[in-house]
């Protein structure tokens, strides 16, 4: 995804335009994101909390540990 940006290449700008569609794409509803769990607080705890919760293998979709 950042190969575009990270080595300056000519066609920088359609790393822009595919991110625009993307946006697009989830403002229409037609792609959402499969977070089923946000934990509050980026510390040991809830990193803690993370991988038990992911390692108890029942699961589904993704975990979010966010700052606010």
């Avoid at 080595?7 to 959402?32: C, I, K, S, Y």
């Amino acid at each position: 995804m950042f190969t575009r940006p990270s080595f300056a290449t000519p066609d920088m700008v359609a790393q822009h335009e595919l991110l625009n569609n993307v946006a697009a794409l989830v403002d229409t509803g037609r792609v959402r994101h499969t977070m089923v769990q946000k934990l509050v607080g980026i510390n040991a705890d809830t990193v803690r909390q993370a991988h038990e919760i992911v390692a108890s293998a029942k699961m589904i979709g993704k975990i979010v540990i966010s700052r606010d």
